[in-house]
């Protein structure tokens, strides 16, 4: 089974602060670092270490050399990234004492996707092959409709929520895997079971996974097999959430795509964030199947 996630890649700059810096203030940063993140690059980082597959298309540019290494070193093929002259990606991260975090994102070479990029790239797959998108590279619309017209699975992690979210079509969708943030800017609400039943009555084949951060998961599938499955999160002890959203949903894709039951898909998936909260960083926090609790 192979995975194709069309996504970014960012340099994160991490800052551990004692608190969120307030409007019109100067906070001291008790420490700082440069890390390898971006949603698209996490995710597929998750993948390649849960054991699926993955080809990774987007752009690098200027400086994001160790990025691609990074992939690389994670077992994804980066045979589809495209070279750009745009300085690369980059994440200002703020990581306050009990691991919560803020991000201020700048998209950078992660903008300068073409449609003929995109054609090109998916020209290599089709019916039975994955594709998984997010919301941090440009012509998220485009994309979605390609992978969809090759008779590709199409995945969508709308993130961050925005205008081309909107006009992305989710018939053409078949996994919706979103958190509560993004859930209430879709549907007008929080409470999963009611965004449930607002997307499924628009789109009544598309499957939903909300992760609801420290109490757990919740996944809706459509179509013939409607069911509702609830995982409770795994506890410990969070030094750094970043990624943490990322290494689920990469961890639940490649369980999907091999055939495991939705149950034991999210539960591999609530195990891997448990641990990656507990490293520090994005990407580099991820873990690999082999360490997992069972």
Known sequence: ??????????LDYVYSVPRFVRPGETLAAESGSVMPGGKGLNQSVALARAGCRVFHAGCVGEGGGSLKK??????????????????QGHTVIQVAPDGENCILLFGGSNL???????????????????????????????????????GMTVVLNPSPFGPAVRETDLNKVSWLLINEVEAEGMTGTAD?????????????????????GEKGSVCFTGGEMDKRVWQDAVRVRAADTTGAGDTYTGYFIAALS?????????????????????????????????????
């Not at 994955?130 to 969809?148: K, M, R, S, T």
């Not at 999963?192 to 609801?212: C, F, G, Q």
């Open 192 to 212: 999963p079971d009611k965004a449930w039943a607002r997307l499924h009555a628009e789109y009544p084949r598309l499957s939903v996974l909300i992760t609801l």
């Open 112 to 150: 300068c996707v073409t449609q003929e990029q995109v054609i090109a790239v998916m020209a290599g797959f089709g019916p039975g092959d994955w594709l998984l998108a997010q919301n941090e590279v440009n012509l998220l619309p485009f994309i979605v409709e390609e992978g969809y017209r090759r």
């Open 258 to 294: 091999e055939g495991v039951p939705l149950e034991k898909c999210m539960a591999l998936a609530s195990r891997a964030a448990a641990v990656s909260v507990t490293r520090p960083g994005a990407a580099a926090s991820i873990p690999r199947r082999e360490e997992l609790p069972l």
């Open 1 to 10: 089974m192979r995975v194709l996630n069309f996504g970014s890649l960012n």
């Open 70 to 87: 990074m992939l690389e070193d994670s077992g994804a093929d980066t045979s589809l990234l495209r070279q750009v002259s745009q300085a």
